[in-house]
């Protein structure tokens, strides 16, 4: 789960790689260390203005992951 957040984050925010790991690390450092990399990586999601929820599925078992940019991330559409 923590690469699908990652890699949402970069491609939805235009960072490089390792500026997201280094914004992951960031997080879990000002809490202390008490975070998981995927919960620091919600947060980080969620401060960049990625908006992450989870859906379940009537049918299925399958977990749907949706985000959702603000625009000043992403740019004009």
């Not at 908006?51 to 625009?71: C, G, P, W, Y």
Request: proline residues 0%.
């Amino acid at each position: 789960m923590l690469e699908v957040y990652a890699h949402a984050i970069k491609e939805l925010t235009g960072l490089h790689w390792s500026q997201v790991v280094n914004k992951i690390d960031a997080e879990i450092k000002n809490a202390g260390g008490i975070l998981t990399r995927e919960a620091a990586a919600h947060l980080v999601a969620n401060e960049l203005g990625i908006k992450v929820s989870r859906q379940e599925t009537r049918h299925t078992d399958v977990l749907v992951i949706t985000f959702i940019a603000s625009r000043r991330y992403t740019g004009e559409r």
